[in-house]
């Protein structure tokens, strides 16, 4: 119930954060603002990232269909 709540508070600040000054990323999404990064090492984390997810979702997919 607390973090539903905390949640719930988040995303109001969120919405009502009109002016864009609440920036708080979560790692797997804070490559994108490294400027250190040149756009096609960006392009390969997120390809690598959206493959990881590909394989996941098949891994899940096996699994229930083992147990049917």
């Known amino acids: ?3 539903t709540l905390k949640n719930i ?3 109001m ?3 009502l954060d009109l002016g864009t000054t609440i920036q708080i990323y979560p790692p797997e999404i804070d490559f ?3 400027n250190s990064l040149s756009p096609e090492q960006k392009d390969a ?3 690598s990232k959206d493959w990881g997810m590909v394989g996941k979702d098949l ?3 096996i699994g ?3 147990l049917e």
Do not use: S
Request: zero cysteines; proline letters at 0%; aromatic letters at 20%.
């Open 1 to 3: 119930m607390k973090q």
């Open 9 to 11: 508070l988040n995303g």
């Open 13 to 15: 600040a969120h919405i």
């Open 32 to 34: 994108y603002f490294n």
């Open 45 to 47: 984390i997120a390809i």
């Open 59 to 61: 891994e899940y997919a």
């Open 64 to 66: 229930k269909y083992k």
